[in-house]
């Protein structure tokens, strides 16, 4: 059976990126979640998609030239705040494993330090489109996880990925296709698909052979998951 991912907590069901949503992920039954981080301009780490803080608060600007307490003072959606990282580590404690994707330049050693501090290594799977900030956190420490994602990657991509040593390898659903499944799973390594939000989309990549989903709607997921 495939494992769920909840995508920015449920983001087609809560605020996403916010405590709210991971929340509501996690009431669902999904096996992991997903946030973003990026750093703001005093270099304090927050839990965002976007480069502009605009789409998802009601406040406007560029991450990195807002300080975090001017952050902190926006409405993420039903008044919630925009969450830190180490905020979103004590949610899922002992619920859920996280996938942190590495959005903002930089992001790396303050994610790896946060989640050490937090003693959830073994929780956490650091991830980011771009290879050379896994590099970073695999040159941190020994043992830590990450992976890979990618929206339309070559077979010399992924064969880089694996070769790193990915904890597992995350690509846009409306590309997958068998061949890529092949490969990555030929090479020991998890494949994980996103964003498929109906349950036709879903249902296709589990016809695909994918090892889990990611999903701004996983309660559409786990509902056949269960009937099924």
Known sequence: MVYVV????????????????????????????ECDVRLTRDGRLIVMHDETVDRTTNGSGAVRDVDFEAVRALDAGDGEQVPTLDEVLDVVRGHVKLLCELKGERTEDAAVDAVLAHDMAADVVFTSFHLDRIERVKARREGLLFGAIFSNPSTDDLARAIDMGVAG??????????????????????????NPDTLR???????LGVSGISTNRPDILLEHLRNA
């Open 6 to 33: 909840g995508h920015r907590g449920a983001a087609g069901l809560a605020p996403e990126n916010t405590l709210k949503g991971f929340k509501r992920a996690i009431e669902l039954g999904v096996d992991l979640v």
């Open 169 to 194: 390898i995350g690509i846009l659903y409306k590309r997958l296709c068998l061949e890529m499944v092949d490969q990555v799973l030929a090479g020991g390594v998890d494949l994980r698909a996103w």
């Open 201 to 207: 989309e879903q249902l296709a990549m589990i016809a």
